[in-house]
């Protein structure tokens, strides 16, 4: 009740207020399960696409905190944002963004570059919600730190094949064991360190009997996909970092070389500066004061988090708040895009 007096009242003071919108999207895919909910479908994305050429003034990041910059906030300026770095953002998304004439700027996490392994949340979910059988219960050694979770359903464990294909963490319906278990362990993997994880994901995986390699729909972008991405100037290359870790739970040293080491392979790759950076994850606890100094004294221009706040004048360029798109119809966009400039 009090949160949602507290929206109206930051509405209704907003109303008065011009701003922009920032919008959030990770994928543009078909795919089946998405617990995280990260897919647009083609179809949704190329009507999304098609209403902001119509309907908004949809102008590049790096313009619009310019602008935000020198106190100005362009009407109804919206700017498009991906993050993560999948190959989709190549195949899928950037020929819609080609057809509508839309600029966009794709974070991209260095660490994945090549290394043909899936993004660890996907492997995650590759191995503890894909299988059609797993064991019965899980113990898995994480970081000094042991982790045990009975997983119920059928003996066996064989609960996969009733994992409904659309359950997500968003879902307020009772877990079942394989659910639990992947919250929880997402929770943990995101303190760890990226040596650490890896370990314990290589550990998870042949627990699960799956091997440690990448779907070909899931595929992070390799040198050669990324220099094609950027080609022609639409579509600009940002950083996400290295290992997609939370910064704020890493040493100064790790921080250090996740944002600046990220920021040096993007701009070998490139062969240009790279000068905006979306923190992982995003949220507000995820980033202090020393870590947005520690962006703006790597060289960057700007940085992105995930929070649902829309850029007015004002806004600091090293939090410029994101909403994020999920795989809404047009009608659903429409409108929830509308009440975003007032958020
Ligand atoms: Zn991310």
Redesign the pocket.
Known sequence: MYSKLKRIIRRTSNLFRPSAVILLY?RVSDEGLDPQLLCVSRRNFAAQMAQLRKEYNVISLQELSDDIGRGIVPRGAVAVTF??GYRDNLTCARPVAEEYGIPATVFV?TGYIGENREFWWDDLERAILSPAALPPSLRLEIAGKTYSRELGGAPGGEEGAKQPAGWNVLNKKPDSGRQRAYRELHALFLKLDADERFKALGDLCAWAGVPLSCRPDHLPLNEGEIRSLAEGGLIDIGS?GCS?SNLAAQSREVQAQEIAGSKRRLEDILGRPVTSF?Y??GGRHDITGDISALVKDSGYRSACINVPVSVRAGTDPFLLGRHIARDWGIEEFSSRLRGLFYE
């Open positions: 990770h993050d993560d996490s996400h997609h979306a992982p994850f």
